[in-house]
């Protein structure tokens, strides 16, 4: 795409807008050096691309019916068959509409994608279809993964598995609906606020958010770079572990990583819990839209652990109530500048850049069509950015490290925390007659216990643990950063009762 030299008119335009009053006044010599520098934009299409090539041929895909996908699981369906072998072989795979998979369209719940068609495979992706899985689909989440509810997708709202017109989480809320209907046998989500963890409580399955990095993101649309984070959806503790065996460690272009190795997660997982030591966070019970009968099930399966050997002890973090405002304060200039002012990605980081995918969000930009939430993290982030520009990010990203040292000091003395996952079971879909206020209350309203390990990047594990008048209830394991094997030790205990 080259860049066409500016008239002196436009170049005026611009310098009036950015401040520079002088050139605006006198826009000729700059318009003469800006022409002569356009030229390197042509010498840049002259480098070859290191394209990451899936290899694959031409895929079949169809979009399926109300009908054929009553609760809107599905974006696309597909099979594309993996290595004949492997650890995964024979299971079929949902991946996340926010995920590329080459050949297979991805609209990351968005307008602006409906007719985006990737050319690669994400890393996880290639690494599970190498291990023998089939991806049989892309599942629907939220419009740019930006809700904790199943109503902004631009295709229409996702119902939860246990009650039609009831919300089924989000933002990776087909991912949880396709394991209860059978549809699949894993699946993988995204997670930047929740939105692993948010659907698998309300739907009832397994989900991770693993430690910040452990897994690639290569290849995901992205919110922001500092809560990045991509797991596995499962109907068990078991399944969750290995299908994180597969996807994990470290894959030379995802900046978020240090060079981790994850592996052997199912080693220990039926080890049992004797001895370990069980913190129930206190400021993750009562809070804002809870449920009491929710925090009664959680705080019940907790006390069950300490009759399987456990030591289980309330234990206070003061700062956990705060959380979600530091959460807020990224997110809101994070998600503008990434995915509304960016073509739906980061910058200044050594990543390998969905090139596709920015071109065809630069080419098919629809702010009319943004639901209620995306349009007040717009407003917000704007009218923060006029006030302090960046300030309020680098202060709160600063502030996270207090919050991360917060828990650090309860892991030191506990091998796990417990919260609810979400603070309530599934709740209704919203009205559209009700305004925007209803539907941005129904986004955010879930996420005040998992918002802040996506700040604070340590693994969280939501595993069922009950219900309440049928409808799911999720209990939250967090742990060290990189012990996962402790959190499906402590899952599968659960499991098992």
């Given at each position: 795409?080259?860049?066409?030299?500016p008239t002196t008119?436009?170049v005026?335009d611009l310098?009036?807008?950015?401040?520079y009053a002088d050139?605006?006044?006198?826009?000729?010599e700059y318009?003469?050096m800006?022409?002569?520098?356009?030229g390197?934009y042509?010498?840049?299409?002259?480098?070859p691309d290191?394209?990451v090539?899936?290899?694959?041929d031409a895929?079949r895909?169809?979009?399926p019916?109300?009908?054929?996908d009553?609760?809107h699981?599905?974006?696309?369906?597909?099979s594309?068959?993996g290595a004949?072998?492997?650890?995964?072989?024979?299971?079929r795979?949902?991946?996340k509409?926010s995920i590329?998979?080459?050949?297979v369209?991805?609209?990351?719940g968005?307008a602006?994608l409906?007719?985006?068609?990737?050319d690669?495979?994400?890393t996880v992706?290639?690494?599970?279809l190498?291990?023998g899985?089939?991806?049989?689909?892309?599942?629907?989440?939220e419009?740019?993964c930006?809700?904790g509810?199943?109503?902004?997708a631009a295709?229409?709202v996702?119902?939860?598995p246990?009650r039609r017109?009831?919300?089924?989480?989000?933002?990776?809320?087909g991912?949880a609906?396709a394991?209860?209907?059978g549809?699949?046998d894993?699946?993988?989500?995204a997670d930047?606020a929740?939105?692993i963890?948010m659907p698998?409580?309300?739907?009832?399955?397994?989900?991770?958010?693993?430690?910040y990095?452990?897994?690639?993101?290569?290849?995901?649309?992205?919110l922001d770079?500092?809560?990045?984070h991509?797991?596995?959806?499962?109907?068990?503790?078991v399944?969750n572990?290995?299908?994180?065996?597969?996807?994990?460690?470290?894959?030379?272009?995802?900046?978020?990583?240090r060079?981790?190795?994850g592996?052997?997660?199912r080693?220990t997982?039926?080890?049992?819990?004797?001895g370990?030591?069980?913190g129930?966070?206190?400021?993750?019970f009562?809070?804002e839209?809870?449920?009491?009968e929710?925090?009664?099930?959680?705080?019940?399966?907790?006390?069950?652990?300490?009759?399987?050997?456990?030591?289980?002890e309330?234990?206070?973090?003061?700062l956990?109530?705060?959380?979600?405002?530091?959460?807020?304060a990224?997110?809101?200039e994070g998600?503008?500048?990434?995915v509304?002012?960016?073509?739906?990605f980061?910058?200044?980081r050594p990543d390998?850049?969905?090139?596709?995918?920015?071109?065809?969000l630069?080419?098919?930009?629809a702010?009319?069509?943004?639901?209620?939430?995306?349009?007040?993290?717009?407003l917000?982030?704007?009218h923060?950015d006029?006030q302090?520009?960046r300030?309020?990010?680098?202060?709160?990203?600063n502030?996270?490290?207090?919050?991360?040292?917060?828990?650090?000091d309860?892991?030191?003395?506990y091998d796990?925390?417990v919260?609810?996952?979400t603070?309530?079971?599934?709740?209704?879909l919203p009205?559209?007659?009700?305004?925007p206020g209803?539907?941005?209350?129904?986004?955010?309203e879930?996420?005040?216990?998992t918002?802040?390990?996506?700040?604070?990047h340590h693994?969280?594990?939501?595993?069922p643990c009950?219900?309440v008048d049928?409808?799911?209830v999720?209990?939250q394991?967090?742990?060290k950063?990189?012990?996962?094997?402790?959190l499906y030790r402590v899952?599968?205990a659960?499991?098992q009762?």
């Open positions: 795409m080259s860049v066409r030299p008119a436009q005026a310098a009036a807008r950015i401040g050139i605006a006044a006198a826009p000729e318009t003469a800006i022409a002569g520098m356009t390197v042509d010498a840049l299409d002259a480098i290191p394209q090539s899936s290899g694959r895929v895909y169809s979009v019916t109300s009908a054929g009553p609760h699981a599905w974006e696309v369906r597909t594309v068959h004949p072998s492997g650890p995964l072989q024979g299971v795979l949902g991946v509409d590329l998979v080459a050949g369209p991805m609209r990351n968005s602006e409906e007719t985006f068609v990737p690669e495979d994400a992706v290639a690494r599970a190498a291990a899985a089939e991806l049989v689909g892309k599942t629907t989440n419009y740019f930006m809700s509810g199943s109503h902004t295709t229409g996702v119902h939860n246990h017109g009831w919300s089924a989480g989000g933002s990776s809320s991912s609906v394991l209860v209907t549809d699949a894993m699946t993988l989500g930047q929740g939105s963890r698998a409580s309300w739907c009832g399955v397994v989900g991770l958010k693993p430690t990095g452990l897994v690639p993101y290569t290849g995901i649309a992205t770079g500092f809560f990045d991509v797991g596995p959806m499962t109907r068990t503790v399944d572990a290995r299908l994180l065996e597969v996807i994990a460690g470290p894959d030379g272009f995802d900046p978020r990583q060079g981790e190795v592996g052997g997660y080693d997982i039926d080890d049992g819990i004797e370990l030591r069980i129930v966070l206190t400021e993750g009562g809070t839209h809870a449920e009491a929710v925090d009664r099930i959680v705080r019940g399966v907790a006390e069950s652990l300490r009759r399987q050997g456990a030591v289980v309330d234990v206070s973090i003061p956990h109530a705060l959380a979600p405002a530091l959460w807020t990224i997110a809101i998600m503008a500048e990434t509304l002012r960016n073509q739906g980061g910058f200044g390998r850049y969905p090139v596709d995918m920015m071109r065809h630069f080419d098919h930009r702010a009319e069509a943004h639901p209620a939430n995306v349009r007040l993290f717009t917000v982030g704007a923060v006029q302090a520009g300030l309020h990010y680098a202060k709160a990203v502030r996270a490290r207090v919050l991360r040292a917060a828990y650090d309860a892991l030191a003395r796990v925390l919260t609810p996952t603070p309530q079971t599934a709740r209704p009205d559209p007659s009700h305004g209803a539907s941005i209350g129904a986004s955010i879930m996420s005040a216990n918002t802040p390990f996506n700040v604070t693994p969280a594990l939501s595993v009950g219900d049928g409808l799911p999720g209990i394991l967090v742990g950063h990189f012990d996962e094997a402790t899952g599968r659960i499991e009762r």
